[in-house]
């Protein structure tokens, strides 16, 4: 695959995990033992390589239950930052609303994102097409972002049509599990 080429002279990487909180890492998420079984080795992999590695929360807002002090806006604790590992919260969906996350982004010269967690057709879409606006190269898995059903679509049919028609091509290199690996491992 091409992008691989790209890789050999720019391999700085970050791994940025959206939204993977105690709300949303539940039992009727799409594929959710898969999601976590999965994300987690990412992690893992990232962990070991000394891989940069972001957090970020969403904040729903005060009595959402989904906000800061809630249990619901804790992250999932298999997937728990450890020491040096950032963590920035955001109110809307693009994980770019929040300015200091920004910076920080541009203070550094990695200009490689992977790109995972939760919701396909929100946090993660948005934050996908903010960082291709602003020239980041993004990587996802296809196996390490999921939603739910809603009453307009089943989310696994949510997820193939952001992997295989929206982000493939133009807003995203969409990469299998070992693909994702091995790019982290470069």
Known sequence: MCFFYDLLYNTIMKLILIDLQKALVVDDLYNYKNLVKNV???????????????????????????????????????????EGEHVFSKTINSAFGNKEFSSYLKSSEDKNLMIVGLQTEFCIDATIKSAYEKGYKVY????????????????????????EWIWEGT????????????ILGK
């Open 40 to 82: 987690a080795k990412l992690l893992k992999t990232a962990r070991n390589l000394k891989i940069d590695i972001v957090f970020i929360q969403h904040d729903a807002g005060e009595g959402s239950g989904f906000s800061i002090g809630d249990i619901g806006y804790e992250i999932y604790d298999r997937f728990k930052p450890i």
């Open 140 to 163: 996802v898995p296809k196996i390490c972002h999921s939603t739910f059903d809603n009453k307009y679509s089943k989310a696994k049919d949510v997820i193939k049509y952001y992997n």
């Open 171 to 182: 807003f995203a290199n969409v990469i299998t599990l070992k693909e994702a690996i091995r």
